[in-house]
């Protein structure tokens, strides 16, 4: 766990290895474990490599061959601090979803009722009529899509964020989704990321932006390399691409009523921002589109046997 040797280790005391954080003061701990016998907290070890490591401690005071001493149980609670800071995540952006969708479903059926009210006003000129009516289904539409949007995050924080196969995601996302003749290649299969559950979605999400916005795609290829920092999974499609001034567009909520699209790549974006993975499009317009996604160093392993240091 601290990548020491036992030998190593043993030559170290507790305070070359013990951070600054305590969960707790210390006199509280300290007090607790002379009265009790026993006390349990969190603090955080340093490695060999000076990273900090977050463990918890269960302490416990024993008499062993006429002298007191203390037995304990330090525990690696680093996947527990990320589903922690995930499910904090998780609830904040609830909250601002539930702002949000509020605001824009009254804002669209303001718009709905302005619509309904010129209909009747015009109802002597019929072409005018039909102008207006069409301005209130759109606005229907938009309703709809925000009604869907909320759809996809109904789950967002039900369960803890967890180790999953990339692979099995992309299938699972896969099967939503008809692609007729487009040639897939997924070669992502000895990876796992530490990711929300609802990976499977987002996969799907990725997915429908090549068939919807992608124009003629025929080949889809996802696959990742490594990084110093991590890897990088790549999704990759050999689409018309996206235009360079909508690059950072395309992961933002619209707020123009006349072309709100709530089927956007927001809820992908958001969704790995929980575990502090990142996704960026670089793909060369003209030439298919390129997703980037950033998985860092502690947040991937791989299922392959390693050889070779490789």
């Known amino acids: 766990m601290l990548q020491y040797t036992r030998e190593e280790l043993l030559e170290l005391g507790p305070l070359d290895i013990v951070s600054g954080y305590h969960s707790r003061p210390l006199a509280e701990i300290t007090g607790e474990l002379s009265s009790t016998g026993h006390a349990i907290f969190e603090t955080g070890h340093r490695r060999k490599d000076g990273t900090i490591v977050p463990v918890e401690i269960n302490t416990h005071m024993v008499n062993l061959q006429g002298k007191r001493m203390t037995v304990s149980v330090i525990r690696d609670i680093t996947e527990h601090k990320r589903a922690e800071a995930a499910q904090v995540k998780t609830t904040r952006k609830l909250n601002v979803l539930s702002n949000l969708t509020r605001k824009d479903l009254t804002s669209q059926l303001f718009i709905l009722n302005g619509y309904l009210n010129l209909a009747q006003k015009h109802a002597d000129d019929q072409d005018q009529v039909i102008r207006t009516l069409s301005k209130g289904e ?9 009604v869907e949007y909320t759809k996809d995050y109904q789950d967002l924080g039900i369960k803890p ?12 996302g896969l099967s939503h989704v008809s692609i007729g003749e487009i040639q897939h290649s997924l070669e992502t299969e000895n990876l796992e990321i530490f990711a929300d559950p609802l990976l499977e979605k987002v996969c799907q999400r990725l997915f429908e932006n090549s068939l919807v916005h992608g ?3 025929t080949r889809i290829r996802v696959w ?7 890897i990088t999974i790549l999704f990759e499609d050999d689409g018309v691409g996206i235009p360079q001034e909508k ?6 909520r619209g707020n123009d009523a006349t072309s709100f699209s709530m089927r956007s790549l927001t809820f992908v974006q958001e969704i790995f921002d929980i575990t502090v993975i990142t996704i960026r499009e670089t793909g060369e317009p003209g030439k298919g589109a390129r997703f980037e996604i950033a998985v860092p160093n502690g947040a991937w392993r791989s299922t392959e046997k390693v050889h070779n240091g490789r």
Do not use: C
Not at 161 to 172: D, E, G, H, S
């Open 161 to 172: 964020a967890t180790w999953q196969n990339v692979n099995l995601a992309l299938l699972f």
């Open 215 to 217: 124009g003629h795609v």
């Open 138 to 146: 759109q606005a229907l539409r938009s309703i709809h899509e925000i």
């Open 247 to 252: 690059k950072e567009q395309i992961f933002l």
């Open 224 to 230: 990742h390399m490594k990084t110093p920092d991590g």
